[in-house]
């Protein structure tokens, strides 16, 4: 992680929220920054028609020069408000729990509470 941008997030910490949201961030920005090269190093590594010996070469520059973090699988999805990394809602990228208060207090439009 570089200062650099670490710098330049922690002026934002008031709209981005506590340090795990921050470094969630940051693995997005890096995974947006490498994936052209992931893809070439992919398409590369799998194509049998390029010899064995070069294709485990460029495997090998790739595991070496490519960072952890560039990995999209490595990203977690995350509570915009909270930074709670379970049960997070893909429609709002909202927790649970978070649902659960913002719908009570009439904050979702559209949801409302079930009574049958």
């Not at 929220?17 to 190093?41: C, F, P, S, W």
């Not at 408000?81 to 649970?96: I, K, N, P, Q």
């Amino acid at each position: 992680m570089s200062a650099n941008i670490y710098f330049r997030l922690q002026g934002l910490a008031h709209i981005i929220g506590n340090k795990r949201i921050m470094k969630d961030h940051l693995r997005r920005l890096v995974v947006q920054e490498h994936e052209a090269d992931r893809t070439l190093y992919k398409a590369i590594t799998s194509d049998q028609s390029i010899p064995l010996e070069m294709r485990l070469q460029v495997q090998r520059l790739f595991e070496t020069e490519m960072p952890r973090d560039a990995s999209a699988v490595r990203v977690k999805n995350r509570c915009v408000l909270t930074g709670r990394g379970r049960s997070v809602h893909r429609f709002a990228g909202l927790s649970r729990i978070m649902v659960r208060q913002l719908a009570h207090y009439g904050l979702l439009p559209g949801v409302s509470k079930a009574n049958w």
